[in-house]
């Protein structure tokens, strides 16, 4: 059973850069025809898709936050990571990793699987 | 792609059937999931492709629509079935989510 776990510092300070890494187990992250990505949810709002990474190594990102964010891949420790710079108060949310299934014959599928949650608040 | 849901939230009772509409500010064919979300957890996955139930799910949910306009139908409402719903666009990035429509117990 496929399995993601967010991990990352919960408090990070304005102006500095939010780090968070995924971590798949039960599977393989460099699995052919699959998005890896972050999709963010400040508390009492709704889902917030921020971006994702092919398994080739396209990225997607969202545009309101393009400027401030990388997404990256690393096969050999079966884990992605999300990078968000210059931080403020809006950018508090719990943020989740997540797998989608690219499109199968014309067949495009939903986010299935989820890590828990991490809640990161910034604040100094 | 902008993502509407109406109603915003609603009261019903055990056994009711549910409908909750999704409207996109464009078309994008069948592109569209619903999702089911409880308070504390990440968000379950339900429907993909406008109706496609995904596995394991409960056979009282269903979905329809393409183009503009989906409809999450609830056949007949169970105990656990009371979260908030969320619709989301997969024709084009960015991806997107509807504002999410809370169902509560009357």
């Known amino acids: 059973q496929l399995q993601l776990q967010e991990s990352g510092p919960g408090l990070v300070k304005p102006s500095e850069t939010l780090s968070l890494t995924c971590t798949v187990s039960g599977g393989s992250i460099s699995s052919s025809s699959y998005y890896w990505g972050w999709i963010r949810q400040p508390p009492g709002k709704g889902l917030e898709w921020i971006g994702s990474i092919y398994y080739s190594g396209s990225t997607y990102y969202n545009p309101s936050l393009k400027s401030r964010v990388t997404i990256s891949v690393d096969t050999s420790k079966n884990q992605f990571s999300l990078k968000l710079s210059s931080v403020t108060a809006a950018d508090t949310a719990v943020y989740y990793c997540?797998?989608?299934?690219?499109?199968?014959?014309?067949?495009?599928?939903?986010?299935?699987?989820w890590g828990q949650g991490t809640l990161v608040t910034v604040s100094s | 792609i902008q993502l509407t849901q109406s109603p915003s939230s609603l009261s019903a009772s055990v056994g009711d059937r549910v409908t909750i509409t999704c409207r996109a500010s464009?078309?994008?064919?069948?592109?569209l999931a619903w999702y089911q979300q409880k308070p504390g957890k990440a968000p379950k996955l339900l429907i993909y492709?406008?109706?496609t139930l995904q596995s394991g799910v409960p056979s009282r949910f269903s979905g329809s629509g393409s183009g503009t306009d989906f409809t999450l139908t609830i056949s007949s409402l169970q105990p656990e079935d009371f979260a908030t719903y969320y619709c989301?666009?997969?024709?084009?990035?960015?991806?997107?989510f509807g504002p999410g429509t809370k169902v509560d117990i009357k």
């Open positions: 492709a406008a109706s």
């Open positions: 989301q666009q997969l024709n084009s990035f960015p991806l997107t």
């Open positions: 464009q078309g994008i064919s069948s592109y």
């Open positions: 997540a797998r989608r299934e690219a499109e199968v014959r014309g067949v495009i599928f939903g986010v299935d699987y």
